[in-house]
């Protein structure tokens, strides 16, 4: 069978289906730790307090046990199980420094209803490696599943669900910065929207910056795709000087650059499957019409300079940002 995707195992696990063995692997750390408070969920029960979870499961460090001390927390009566009337659940971190893994293998059942087990095993790893012969086994037998990276045109989706989760309205230029931070991962994305959820308090319609900073970020950058360069000029003076503002901004400048290549390619065809904001949609083809395509692959270029020269050189940010404009908008 193949390696399953997140959202059947929650299929699965709404439908009240459970496997013995799952193998939760990849660099999101995020999806591992979501789909495991599912799992947990089904396995122990919805009305088990959070403060007996520590009672009711057994977790285990692959640097410190064996394979075979993971079979035998898996198969023996633990008092978590005999307290909550459910399979045994043994947590497994850093699994892929398991010795011995081949005896997981004495575990491996078809996945069944929760009366019907006697144990479930959730080992998170970083990687899988294909190599190995007992991987191959692994994914034939359990329940392997990928938590990659996630796919940076699908990243605004990602972006807008953590939002919904946290009650949080945030303005579309807030929402592009935070598809550009750099490292990338769920994690990262989840904190700074945190920072957002206590500036803001409880008026949802408040983001981190003060409405006028907001709204001065959107209309800098309508201004400059717009090839406006009075109105573009007029406001580097706000935020070349602050490197935390100018930062985010020039983050923020060349993601829309990036989507509006892609819109020019092939008369618009670069966007398609792509999930974005529809008025974003419409604003890159408002703003095709005024680039050509050779002007805006310069004007990454250019942008790839500028981030440089704001981090590692002594220009002077205000006449770096200026000459940037002048460059590409017009009188």
């Not at 660099?27 to 919805?46: A, N, W």
């Not at 893994?101 to 491996?108: G, M």
């Not at 990276?149 to 592009?176: C, F, G, H, T």
């Not at 360069?229 to 650059?257: C, I, R």
């Amino acid at each position: 069978m193949p390696k399953l995707e997140p959202k059947i195992i929650q299929k699965e696990l709404e439908d009240g289906l459970i496997w013995p063995v799952y193998w939760l692997y990849g660099q999101e750390r995020m999806k591992s730790r979501e789909l495991l408070k599912r799992i947990r969920r089904v396995v122990l029960g919805d009305s088990i307090e959070p403060s007996a979870i520590q009672f009711a499961e057994t977790v285990l460090d692959g640097k410190e046990v064996s394979g075979e001390e993971v079979v035998e927390a898996a198969l023996s009566q633990s008092l978590g199980s005999l307290l909550t009337q459910s399979p045994n659940l043994v947590v497994v971190k850093d699994a892929h420094f398991l010795k011995n893994i081949e005896t997981l293998s004495e575990l491996f059942r078809p996945r069944a209803k929760k009366s019907e087990l006697s144990h479930v095993c959730v080992l998170i790893s970083k990687d899988l490696d294909g190599r190995k012969k007992f991987s191959k086994i692994l994914v034939e037998k359990a329940a392997v599943v990928p938590c990659e990276e996630i796919a940076e045109a699908d990243r605004e989706a990602w972006i807008q669900y953590l939002m919904k989760r946290k009650n949080l309205q945030l303005s579309l230029p807030q929402v592009a910065y935070l598809t550009t931070l750099d490292p990338w991962n769920l994690d990262i994305v989840d904190q700074e929207l945190e920072k957002y959820s206590l500036l803001q308090g409880d008026d949802p319609s408040l983001g981190q910056l003060p409405i006028e900073e907001r709204f001065r970020s959107d209309d800098w950058i309508e201004a400059f795709f717009n090839r406006d360069l009075k109105q573009a000029l007029k406001q580097v003076d706000h935020f070349a000087k602050q490197v935390e503002a100018s930062l985010p901004l020039l983050g923020l400048l060349a993601w829309n650059t990036r989507y509006l290549a892609m819109a020019q390619a092939d008369s618009g065809q670069g966007l398609r499957g792509l999930k974005v904001n529809p008025y974003f949609v419409e604003r890159l083809h408002r703003w095709s019409k005024l680039w050509k395509l050779s002007e805006v692959l310069d004007l990454q270029t250019e942008l790839a300079h500028l981030d440089f020269s704001l981090k590692q050189t002594p220009l002077v940010p205000l006449g770096v940002w200026s000459r940037l404009v002048m460059k590409f908008c017009h009188a």
